[in-house]
């Protein structure tokens, strides 16, 4: 029995369970996968986004500016990296040039700091590695660029320090609300009963909303390419570079990242697969094609890997938020497509608030606030290295060349709140395989630590849970399996 069930520990589930965790109540969060960030939020664009694009009195506004604004504050409080470098939405057609007064006016509306229009002068001088053919741009500041895992990561940890249980491997299946007002989630493993519901479910809200009102509600997975390119090219531009929006979204940028890299993407591809994340030939050619309209001789041969993520674009093209009027606790966020990263710490702090004065909750006075990441040894002097190897030898042998991530790195990521329990688990917490061979060579050690530190055999360490097991079966063990 719990006061406040979050279905999803996707960032905004993960946001709305740390400001939930504020107060006195028991507050459980219902996850399908193995760990907090495995659908939506761990494949994304990673963009903190001015709030220039969204339409004017939306919720997209309302929250992308808001959320804008707690980001820095946040980043600072959960140990996690941000930098304000700033976006350029560039113009490649002068007769479009007016289209970039349109953008002003918008975020001047929405409320966004300090936003100016550049000349082709000025925005070369800025950028000199964009294309010839850039026109002028819209400068905004205050957009950013953060890693999308450790926030996702930092809240759900921070959450959990506070109070709020998780359940991995749990998928909601169904809800019905009993004559006491109750609501009652069938899992498969088990069922839970909860005062409220937050349907923070992602690509699947609109499958519990439509279970519980009439009034429907329709999410289409809107799938989005990328590539990312190795980090000598990380400096190729320090802005984030947009084209002029369409009515499909944002358009194809070129972004550094906050770890080094540099990357292009996404596309914007409708499609009916909820789980339909396989890149395509035609996708990474799109992205090819049009990243190279906007910088001039984009290295694309030094991709190290390319992905592919879904987004959950409501047919309204709007957040959904707020109490469902004919089902009474059952409370939605739904339809949080871009900017909806940049928009979680809002949506937290919104449905936070709403709650509080629903059930009339009381502040905790033990509340912790912050929470220190993974140890990490990058930027530190020798003199700090040798000091951290001194008091814990682990941190003196190097698992993952390519990001010089260390055994003790990903102890520390396997033994902190809410652990990592499998590869992607690890690679999310320190970056372990984020590199340029892409994990060829740490897996088998990365595999070896798991399987000694959470006591499992070999057979049932996994990439990223359920059945992505790495080993079936050893091969020179008497009665074992042969080729």
Known sequence: ???????????????????????????????????????TSKANSAIVHAGFDAAEGSLMARFNVRGNELMEDLAKDLDIPFRRN???????????????????????????????????????EMEPNLSDNAEGALYAPTGGIICPFKLNIALAENAFVNGV??????????????EEGLWHIRT??????????????????????????????HITPRRGDYCILDKETGDLVDKTIFPQPSKMGKGILVAPTIHGNLFVGPTAIDIDDKEGTATTAEGIAQLIEKGGM??????????????????????????????????????????????????????????????????????????KGTRKDVISTEGLSLEERNKLIRENPAFGTIICRCESVTEGEILDAIHRPLGARSLDGVKRRTRAGMGRCQAGFCSPRVMEILQRELNLPMEEITKTGGKSNMVFYRTKEEGGHTA
Request: net charge negative.
């Open 294 to 367: 906007y910088v001039k001789d984009l290295p694309i041969r030094k991709v190290i890997t390319s992905f592919a993520g879904l987004r959950a674009h409501e047919d309204g093209h709007e957040f959904i938020l707020g109490e469902v009027e004919d089902a009474p606790h059952f409370i939605d966020c739904a339809g949080i497509e871009s900017p909806g990263l940049t928009s979680c710490p809002a949506i937290g702090e919104y449905i936070g608030g709403m709650l509080r004065d629903k059930m009339n909750l009381t502040e905790k006075k033990d509340w």
């Open 86 to 124: 700033g976006s350029l939405v560039v113009c490649i057609h002068k007769e479009e040039l007016d289209g970039l007064q349109e953008l002003y006016d918008r975020g001047v509306k929405n409320g966004v700091p300090d936003l100016r229009i550049l000349s082709k002068e000025e925005l070369l």
């Open 1 to 39: 029995m719990y006061d406040i069930i979050i279905i999803g520990a996707g960032v905004t589930g993960a946001a709305v369970a740390r400001e939930l965790s504020r107060y006195d109540a028991r507050i459980c969060v219902l996850e399908r996968e193995e760990d907090v960030c495995c659908g």
């Open 188 to 217: 498969n493993n088990g069922e839970y009963v909860t005062r409220y519901v937050v349907n923070a479910a992602g690509l699947y809200a609109d499958f519990f909303h439509n279970m519980v009102s009439e009034k429907k509600i």
């Open 165 to 178: 249980e998780f359940r991995f491997n749990t998928r909601a299946e169904h809800l019905s609300r009993d």
